[in-house]
C-alpha cells in the first residue's frame, strides 16, 4: 500500500470519528476581527459616514492537509436620519479534509441612542439562516484502496444530507469618541446544529470587547499617528478564548501585534495559540490589510501558521462630515488610517 493510501486512511478515519455525535464545529472567526466588525457584534452595522464592504479570507493552519478556510463578504449602511444602521452578512466556512462546510446569511439592525455628552449606546440584532454539509467528493475511503489502483466508487461513504436552521443574536457597544466597551450574545434560538440531528443543541456565546485610540501627535501638516489598544473575549459553555493587540498607524499605514491565548488566572489552566502580525495600507476609500498567526500552540510551526486578506471600501458617503455617532473601533478602513483629526476619532 503506498504512503499517500495510508494518509487518506488516516485521514478519514479521523474523520469519520468527528462525525459521530455529538458534533462540535469552530466558530469561524478572524485575527482582524476590527476589520470584520459586523461578524464581532450587529451593533456595528452602519457604523460610519455612508456605506461600507468587507472582504476576508483566511486559511487557517495552511500547510496541514484539509485546513479551515473561512471567507465572507459584508455590506452595511448608516441611515443618519433615523439613528439606524443596517447590514448583510454572507459567510462560508469549509473545515478539514472532508470539506464539513457551513454557509450563513445574517441580516443585521443597529440603533444609536445620545446618552450625555460624549457617551454613546448601540444595541443591535441579527437574524441568520445557516446550513451545514458535509463533501466526500475527494475522500478515498478503505474499501477504495487497492495494491495497484483505487476504485471510483465507496461502499463506506456516509450518506449525510444538508442540514439547516435559524438563528439570532443580540449585541450593545457603550462608546465616547476615545473609548468603546460592548458585549454580544450569538446563538440566542441555540439551534440544533449537528448534522446527526441527536439533540445538540448549540449553546448561546458570548463575547466581551473593547479598546482605546492614543493619538501620538498633534502637530499640524503632520501625518496622523496613534497607537489603537483592542481585546476580544469569547466563552461558550467549556470553551474561552482571549484576543489583544495594539495597531499602530501612521497614515496611510497600519502594522500591528496581537497574541490569542488565555491566561491561567485562579484555574491553573493556561491555552496560548497564536502570536499575529499584520500590516494594513490604505488607497484612498480602499484599504487592506494582511496578518499571518505564528503558531505557539503545542501544534507547532509545522501547521505552517494561518493567512488572512481583508479589503474594506468606503462609498456612498454624500456630504455628511460628522463622525460623533460612530464607534471608534479600529477598522482598517480609510476612516482610521488617513490623517485628518476628524476622520481619526470615529
Known amino acids: 500500500m503506498k504512503t499517500a493510501y495510508i494518509k487518506h486512511l488516516f485521514l478519514w478515519g479521523c474523520i469519520l470519528c468527528a462525525l459521530q455525535p455529538p ?13 470584520a466588525p459586523l461578524l464581532i457584534a450587529p451593533s456595528f452595522a452602519g457604523n460610519s459616514l455612508g456605506s461600507r464592504a468587507f472582504i476576508n479570507y483566511r486559511d487557517q493552519w495552511a500547510k496541514l492537509p484539509g485546513s479551515f478556510v473561512t471567507y465572507s463578504v459584508a455590506l452595511d449602511n448608516n441611515f443618519y436620519a433615523i439613528n439606524s444602521g443596517i447590514g448583510l452578512v454572507f459567510l462560508r466556512d469549509i473545515v478539514g479534509a472532508a470539506k464539513y462546510g457551513n454557509t450563513m446569511i445574517k441580516g443585521l439592525y443597529s440603533y ?4 450625555t455628552g460624549d457617551w454613546r449606546i448601540r444595541p443591535g440584532v441579527y437574524f441568520a439562516w445557516e446550513q451545514r454539509s458535509m463533501n466526500f467528493s475527494s475522500a478515498v475511503f478503505p474499501d477504495q484502496i487497492w495494491e495497484d489502483r483505487i476504485d471510483p466508487v465507496s461502499s463506506l461513504e456516509p450518506q449525510i444530507p444538508p442540514y439547516s436552521f435559524f438563528d439570532a443574536g443580540a449585541s450593545a457597544v457603550v462608546y465616547n469618541s476615545r473609548m468603546w466597551i460592548g458585549l454580544t450574545v450569538d446563538h440566542l434560538m441555540r439551534p440544533e446544529t449537528s448534522l446527526s ?25 503632520k501625518p496622523l499617528q496613534a497607537l489603537s489598544v483592542n481585546y476580544l473575549f469569547k466563552t461558550s459553555r467549556n470553551f474561552y478564548q482571549f484576543d489583544a493587540g495594539v495597531n499602530w498607524i501612521r497614515a496611510p499605514m497600519m502594522l500591528g501585534l496581537a497574541w490569542r491565548g488565555l491566561p491561567a488566572f485562579n484555574t491553573g489552566y493556561a491555552s496560548y495559540d497564536a502570536a499575529i502580525f499584520s500590516v494594513g495600507y490604505a488607497f484612498r ?28 471600501i468606503s462609498f456612498n458617503e454624500g456630504a455628511k462630515k460628522d ?24
Open 197 to 221: 440531528r441527536m439533540n445538540n443543541r448549540s449553546p448561546m456565546q458570548w463575547s466581551q470587547f473593547g479598546g482605546f485610540n492614543f493619538k501620538l501627535n498633534r502637530g499640524l501638516g
Open 323 to 346: 463622525r460623533k455617532g460612530s464607534v471608534p473601533c479600529p477598522d482598517v478602513v480609510r476612516n482610521l488610517m488617513f490623517g485628518a483629526d476628524k476622520e481619526f476619532y470615529r
Open 112 to 115: 444609536r441612542f445620545n446618552v
Open 285 to 312: 476609500n480602499v484599504s487592506v490589510g494582511y496578518s499571518y498567526d505564528f503558531t505557539i500552540s503545542s501544534l507547532g510551526p509545522a501547521t505552517g501558521g494561518s493567512h488572512e486578506i481583508t479589503v474594506s
Open 23 to 35: 458534533l462540535h464545529a469552530q466558530s469561524p472567526q478572524f485575527s482582524q476581527y476590527y476589520a
